[in-house]
Protein backbone atom coordinates (compact mmCIF):
# COMPACT_ATOMS: atom_id res chain seq x y z
CA UNK A 1 0.00 0.00 0.00
CA UNK A 2 1.27 3.56 -0.75
CA UNK A 3 1.91 6.41 1.69
CA UNK A 4 -1.29 8.18 -0.14
CA UNK A 5 -3.50 5.31 0.05
CA UNK A 6 -2.21 4.93 3.77
CA UNK A 7 -2.76 9.06 4.52
CA UNK A 8 -6.77 8.10 3.03
CA UNK A 9 -7.14 5.35 5.10
CA UNK A 10 -6.05 7.22 7.70
CA UNK A 11 -8.82 10.01 7.53
CA UNK A 12 -11.44 7.66 6.49
CA UNK A 13 -11.06 6.24 10.08
CA UNK A 14 -10.97 9.05 11.83
CA UNK A 15 -14.06 9.84 10.28
CA UNK A 16 -15.31 6.49 11.67
CA UNK A 17 -16.47 8.30 14.74
CA UNK A 18 -20.38 8.49 14.09
CA UNK A 19 -21.41 4.90 15.22
CA UNK A 20 -23.53 3.41 18.00
CA UNK A 21 -20.28 0.89 18.57
CA UNK A 22 -17.88 3.48 18.53
CA UNK A 23 -14.86 2.01 20.77
CA UNK A 24 -12.61 5.28 21.42
CA UNK A 25 -9.64 3.09 22.87
CA UNK A 26 -9.38 1.41 19.74
CA UNK A 27 -9.79 4.41 17.85
CA UNK A 28 -7.01 6.41 19.83
CA UNK A 29 -4.69 2.84 19.58
CA UNK A 30 -5.51 3.43 16.28
CA UNK A 31 -4.58 6.78 15.39
CA UNK A 32 -0.77 6.46 17.06
CA UNK A 33 -0.42 2.96 15.15
CA UNK A 34 -0.72 5.24 12.06
CA UNK A 35 0.96 7.71 12.45
CA UNK A 36 4.14 5.67 13.53
CA UNK A 37 3.57 3.51 10.18
CA UNK A 38 2.86 6.91 8.10
CA UNK A 39 5.55 9.54 9.52
CA UNK A 40 9.33 8.87 10.29
CA UNK A 41 9.26 8.84 14.37
CA UNK A 42 10.44 6.11 16.36
CA UNK A 43 7.08 6.28 18.83
CA UNK A 44 3.95 8.31 19.06
CA UNK A 45 1.71 8.95 21.99
CA UNK A 46 -1.68 10.31 22.39
CA UNK A 47 -2.29 12.70 25.96
CA UNK A 48 -5.54 13.76 26.65
CA UNK A 49 -7.20 16.46 29.19
CA UNK A 50 -10.02 14.71 30.18
CA UNK A 51 -11.37 14.40 32.52
CA UNK A 52 -10.36 17.98 34.25
CA UNK A 53 -7.13 20.08 33.10
CA UNK A 54 -4.86 17.70 33.78
CA UNK A 55 -2.88 15.80 30.87
CA UNK A 56 -2.83 12.00 31.09
CA UNK A 57 -1.69 8.99 28.53
CA UNK A 58 -4.47 6.68 27.38
CA UNK A 59 -2.70 5.54 24.31
CA UNK A 60 1.02 5.33 23.50
CA UNK A 61 1.77 2.67 20.20
CA UNK A 62 4.79 1.42 23.10
CA UNK A 63 4.63 -0.52 25.89
CA UNK A 64 8.34 -0.02 26.67
CA UNK A 65 9.26 1.02 30.46
CA UNK A 66 11.43 3.36 28.93
CA UNK A 67 8.02 5.06 27.02
CA UNK A 68 6.57 4.90 30.19
CA UNK A 69 8.95 6.82 32.04
CA UNK A 70 9.13 9.69 29.15
CA UNK A 71 4.93 10.30 29.19
CA UNK A 72 5.00 10.32 32.57
CA UNK A 73 7.58 13.31 32.81
CA UNK A 74 5.72 14.61 29.26
CA UNK A 75 2.54 15.16 31.15
CA UNK A 76 4.29 17.73 33.70
CA UNK A 77 6.53 19.26 30.71
CA UNK A 78 7.55 19.41 27.21
CA UNK A 79 6.34 19.42 23.96
CA UNK A 80 3.02 17.56 24.41
CA UNK A 81 2.33 20.16 27.46
CA UNK A 82 3.20 22.93 25.45
CA UNK A 83 1.19 22.23 22.54
CA UNK A 84 -1.94 21.82 24.59
CA UNK A 85 -1.90 24.95 26.57
CA UNK A 86 -1.22 26.93 23.53
CA UNK A 87 -2.79 25.10 20.80
CA UNK A 88 -0.01 25.21 18.41
CA UNK A 89 2.51 22.88 17.18
CA UNK A 90 5.46 22.93 18.96
CA UNK A 91 8.30 21.63 17.32
CA UNK A 92 11.72 22.92 19.04
CA UNK A 93 14.92 21.48 16.98
CA UNK A 94 16.98 18.77 18.57
CA UNK A 95 16.59 17.58 22.16
CA UNK A 96 20.06 18.64 23.25
CA UNK A 97 19.20 22.48 22.49
CA UNK A 98 15.44 21.99 24.34
CA UNK A 99 13.88 24.78 26.24
CA UNK A 100 15.11 24.53 30.32
CA UNK A 101 11.55 24.28 31.24
CA UNK A 102 11.70 21.00 29.85
CA UNK A 103 14.89 20.07 32.11
CA UNK A 104 12.93 16.64 33.36
CA UNK A 105 11.13 15.78 29.69
CA UNK A 106 14.45 16.69 27.87
CA UNK A 107 16.58 14.40 30.35
CA UNK A 108 14.33 11.15 30.60
CA UNK A 109 13.94 11.73 26.27
CA UNK A 110 17.66 11.79 25.65
CA UNK A 111 18.05 9.12 28.27
CA UNK A 112 15.77 7.03 26.27
CA UNK A 113 17.61 7.23 23.06
CA UNK A 114 15.21 10.28 21.58
CA UNK A 115 16.64 13.24 20.00
CA UNK A 116 13.85 14.90 18.51
CA UNK A 117 10.40 15.53 20.11
CA UNK A 118 7.55 17.54 18.59
CA UNK A 119 3.85 17.72 19.45
CA UNK A 120 0.54 19.13 18.11
CA UNK A 121 -2.58 20.07 19.67
CA UNK A 122 -6.08 17.90 19.57
CA UNK A 123 -8.45 20.83 18.92
CA UNK A 124 -11.01 22.14 16.99
CA UNK A 125 -12.01 25.83 16.94
CA UNK A 126 -11.34 27.10 20.69
CA UNK A 127 -11.04 23.90 22.96
CA UNK A 128 -8.30 21.92 22.76
CA UNK A 129 -8.87 18.71 24.57
CA UNK A 130 -5.40 16.75 24.46
CA UNK A 131 -1.94 16.58 21.93
CA UNK A 132 -0.21 13.99 19.68
CA UNK A 133 3.30 13.44 20.85
CA UNK A 134 6.06 12.31 18.15
CA UNK A 135 8.89 11.08 19.43
CA UNK A 136 12.11 10.74 16.97
CA UNK A 137 15.61 8.88 17.20
CA UNK A 138 17.18 10.15 14.22
CA UNK A 139 19.75 12.85 13.29
CA UNK A 140 17.45 15.26 11.85
CA UNK A 141 13.86 16.47 12.49
CA UNK A 142 11.03 15.26 11.52
CA UNK A 143 9.55 16.73 8.25
CA UNK A 144 7.67 19.84 7.88
CA UNK A 145 5.13 18.09 5.91
CA UNK A 146 4.66 15.49 8.07
CA UNK A 147 4.18 17.30 10.98
CA UNK A 148 1.46 19.01 8.89
CA UNK A 149 -0.28 16.26 8.22
CA UNK A 150 0.14 15.04 11.89
CA UNK A 151 -1.68 18.08 12.49
CA UNK A 152 -4.40 17.12 10.36
CA UNK A 153 -4.56 13.57 11.53
CA UNK A 154 -4.39 15.62 14.95
CA UNK A 155 -7.50 17.72 13.72
CA UNK A 156 -9.71 15.15 12.36
CA UNK A 157 -9.47 12.92 15.34
CA UNK A 158 -10.86 15.64 17.99
CA UNK A 159 -13.85 16.27 15.32
CA UNK A 160 -14.26 12.35 15.69
CA UNK A 161 -14.12 12.69 19.74
CA UNK A 162 -15.79 15.60 19.80
CA UNK A 163 -18.78 14.50 17.84
CA UNK A 164 -18.60 11.13 19.35
CA UNK A 165 -19.19 13.10 22.71
CA UNK A 166 -22.29 14.77 21.65
CA UNK A 167 -24.00 11.51 20.35
CA UNK A 168 -26.34 9.38 22.06
CA UNK A 169 -23.61 7.45 23.26
CA UNK A 170 -21.89 10.31 24.77
CA UNK A 171 -22.18 8.35 28.30
CA UNK A 172 -20.19 5.44 27.11
CA UNK A 173 -17.54 7.19 25.61
CA UNK A 174 -17.10 9.56 28.23
CA UNK A 175 -16.42 6.79 30.20
CA UNK A 176 -14.14 4.91 27.93
CA UNK A 177 -12.21 8.34 27.93
CA UNK A 178 -12.50 8.31 31.94
CA UNK A 179 -11.20 4.86 32.15
CA UNK A 180 -8.74 4.63 29.45
CA UNK A 181 -5.51 4.84 30.80
CA UNK A 182 -6.09 1.58 32.72
CA UNK A 183 -7.53 0.10 29.36
CA UNK A 184 -4.26 0.92 27.41
CA UNK A 185 -2.28 -1.10 30.23
CA UNK A 186 -4.45 -4.22 29.25
CA UNK A 187 -4.05 -3.67 25.64
CA UNK A 188 -0.17 -3.41 26.31
CA UNK A 189 -0.02 -6.38 28.13
CA UNK A 190 -2.06 -8.28 25.95
CA UNK A 191 -0.23 -6.86 22.75
CA UNK A 192 3.14 -8.19 24.20
CA UNK A 193 1.73 -11.78 24.50
CA UNK A 194 -0.12 -12.56 21.99
CA UNK A 195 3.25 -10.77 19.90
CA UNK A 196 5.23 -13.20 22.00
CA UNK A 197 2.83 -16.31 21.20
CA UNK A 198 2.14 -16.15 17.76
CA UNK A 199 6.29 -15.02 17.08
CA UNK A 200 4.54 -11.79 15.31
CA UNK A 201 5.63 -8.15 16.12
CA UNK A 202 3.58 -5.72 18.06
CA UNK A 203 2.10 -4.18 15.04
CA UNK A 204 0.77 -7.69 14.15
CA UNK A 205 -0.98 -8.71 17.36
CA UNK A 206 -2.71 -5.53 17.71
CA UNK A 207 -3.98 -5.67 14.44
CA UNK A 208 -5.28 -9.11 15.04
CA UNK A 209 -7.18 -8.00 17.92
CA UNK A 210 -8.45 -5.09 16.86
CA UNK A 211 -9.87 -7.26 13.80
CA UNK A 212 -11.29 -9.49 15.79
CA UNK A 213 -12.60 -6.95 18.05
CA UNK A 214 -14.57 -5.48 15.19
CA UNK A 215 -15.49 -8.89 13.65
CA UNK A 216 -16.63 -9.92 16.35
CA UNK A 217 -18.16 -6.61 18.13
CA UNK A 218 -16.52 -6.61 21.06
CA UNK A 219 -15.07 -3.74 22.89
CA UNK A 220 -11.30 -4.12 22.28
CA UNK A 221 -10.54 -4.01 26.28
CA UNK A 222 -12.92 -7.12 26.50
CA UNK A 223 -10.32 -8.87 23.88
CA UNK A 224 -7.24 -7.40 25.70
CA UNK A 225 -8.44 -8.45 28.93
CA UNK A 226 -9.56 -12.19 27.99
CA UNK A 227 -5.59 -12.21 26.55
CA UNK A 228 -4.53 -11.47 29.57
CA UNK A 229 -6.77 -13.79 31.91
CA UNK A 230 -6.78 -16.69 29.81
CA UNK A 231 -4.25 -16.38 27.07
CA UNK A 232 -5.56 -16.70 24.02
CA UNK A 233 -8.81 -14.77 21.46
CA UNK A 234 -11.80 -14.65 23.11
CA UNK A 235 -14.86 -16.86 21.30
CA UNK A 236 -17.80 -13.93 19.96
CA UNK A 237 -19.94 -15.09 22.93
CA UNK A 238 -17.31 -15.59 25.69
CA UNK A 239 -16.12 -11.52 26.03
CA UNK A 240 -18.40 -8.57 27.27
CA UNK A 241 -18.84 -6.41 26.94
CA UNK A 242 -20.77 -6.05 23.47
CA UNK A 243 -19.73 -3.14 21.80
CA UNK A 244 -23.44 -0.98 21.91
CA UNK A 245 -23.59 1.99 24.08
CA UNK A 246 -26.32 0.51 26.60
CA UNK A 247 -23.32 -2.04 27.47
CA UNK A 248 -20.87 0.59 28.82
CA UNK A 249 -17.23 0.00 30.21
CA UNK A 250 -18.14 -1.43 33.78
CA UNK A 251 -15.57 -3.58 33.58
CA UNK A 252 -12.73 -1.89 32.25
Known amino acids: MSREQKIAETFVELADTLVADFDVIDFLQQLTVRCRDIFAVTDVAV??????????????????????????????????????RTAAVVSPGNLASAPSAWREFTIQAREAGYTYASAVPLRLRHETIGSLLLLRATDSP????DLTMAQAFADAATIGLLHARTLEVADTVNEQLHTALHSRIAIEQAKGFLAAHRNTSLDDAFATMRNHARRNRLLLTAVARHIVDTGDLPLPSAASPRRHPADGVAND
Open 47 to 84: LLAYPGPQLYSPAPCDPSPTLAAVLDLALGSGPALDAY
Open 142 to 145: LPAD
